[in-house]
């Protein structure tokens, strides 16, 4: 944990807002538990976002926040009462945005990790809470599920409203932490989740963003490793290699000395290695995951959709088309194969 970290009350009014990432089969709906956030993921996109952007006078005045990207990880304003205001609002709200994609599903925190500490966990607690007493299907994700286990009673009283889920991108601690400098290590993330799914908790899997380091060996020993803790889903995605983030997370690794990963994650600038990289990675977890009976779901990037020939498009667009095989806030939709890779492969 950074001790850095400047931390304060976030001003802010909002409660619970509208989200795009039904497009990605996560949700219609987030509700955030904090601005910034204590791990500092140096490819973290959340610092570019509207969120962020827009409010630098506040985060200044809150935070003593000069740039809100390259001090990510430095600054973290709570929402406290967070819950109660919820509550309030949802016994007011007359009515429900409900996506295919995204079945009216609230994702806690999309912004930031909920579970990064103590305080963020209780402001949490609360919000699973009121959104389950209210019947709202609940998505958690965290690098944190060991800390989020202190609430293992409301994950289960929640039962069939609640899932959670964490990011495990790679199992290789130094990776990992070169580029994830305060977030804890994968095998705990695994650890934790899979205590959740023994105590009966549905689970999910972001396997987010995988390394130009993995090959397809190292990408089976993960997806074997993720099984264990019974995910109704595991999301992929390679690493887009866009924005000042990525340059930070180039950065990062050299700084770290993981001299391998600075050097591939350098060469995705060019962009027809970027191609070959993320959708060797994308056809690779589909083959695996269809050979281990696993509920594998890809996220190709629509830049990657864009660029890509003319036969893998039609593949890359099957799956940001397909439906989710995950059965989080009864779905009904009926259960589809995954989309053909056109070239044999290598």
């Given amino acids: 944990m950074s001790e850095k970290t400047i931390t304060g009350e976030d001003p802010t009014k909002a409660i619970l807002s509208e989200s795009g990432l039904n497009s990605k089969h996560l949700c219609d709906y987030v509700v955030n538990v904090a601005t910034g956030c204590r791990h500092g993921c140096k490819f973290c996109y959340v610092p570019s976002t509207p969120n962020i952007r827009a409010r630098p006078d506040m985060l200044k005045e809150e935070a003593d926040v000069d740039n809100s990207q390259k001090e990510w990880g430095?600054?973290?304003?709570?929402?406290?009462?967070?819950?109660?205001?919820l509550d309030d609002h949802l016994e007011r709200k007359r009515t429900w945005r409900e996506t295919r994609r995204g079945r009216g599903v609230v994702g806690v925190s999309f912004s930031t990790d909920c579970y990064m500490d103590g305080r963020s966990g209780e402001i949490t607690r609360n919000v699973i809470k009121a959104l389950t007493n209210h019947g709202k299907f609940t998505r958690i994700l965290t690098r944190n599920p060991i800390l989020a286990l202190q609430d293992l009673d409301v994950f289960k009283k929640g039962g069939q409203y609640v899932t959670i889920g964490s990011s495990i991108p790679c199992m290789d601690p130094k990776q990992v932490g070169a580029i994830e400098p305060n977030a804890p290590a994968p095998k705990h993330r695994l650890r934790g989740l899979k205590e959740f799914?023994?105590?009966g908790v549905q689970t999910f899997v972001s396997m987010s963003p995988t390394y130009p380091t993995q090959n397809k060996n190292d990408l089976r020993n993960l997806l074997e490793?993720?099984?264990e803790c019974n995910p109704a889903v595991i999301f992929h995605e390679p690493i887009n290699p866009r924005g000042g983030n990525f340059e930070m997370t180039v950065e990062a690794a050299?700084?770290?000395?993981?001299?391998?990963?600075?050097?591939?994650?350098?060469?995705?600038?060019n962009r027809d290695r970027w191609i070959e990289y993320?959708?060797?990675?994308?056809?690779?977890?589909?083959?695996?995951?269809?050979?281990?009976?696993l509920p594998v779901h890809l996220w190709p990037d629509k830049q990657l959709v864009k660029?890509?020939?003319?036969?893998?498009?039609?593949?890359?667009?099957?799956?940001r088309d397909r439906q989710s095989p995950e059965e989080f806030a009864e779905r009904d939709t009926p259960t589809e194969s995954a989309p053909t890779y056109p070239?044999?492969?290598k």
Wanted: hydrophobic share 35%; aromatic share 10%.
């Fill in 307 to 319: 660029y890509a020939s003319d036969e893998e498009k039609v593949w890359l667009q099957s799956w």
């Fill in 254 to 269: 050299r700084d770290a000395e993981e001299t391998e990963l600075a050097t591939e994650l350098d060469q995705l600038r």
């Fill in 343 to 345: 070239i044999q492969a």
């Fill in 74 to 85: 430095q600054y973290v304003l709570y929402r406290d009462g967070l819950g109660d205001r």
């Fill in 278 to 293: 993320a959708t060797n990675h994308l056809r690779w977890v589909q083959e695996i995951g269809q050979e281990l009976g």
């Fill in 197 to 199: 799914d023994k105590n």
């Fill in 225 to 227: 490793q993720i099984s």
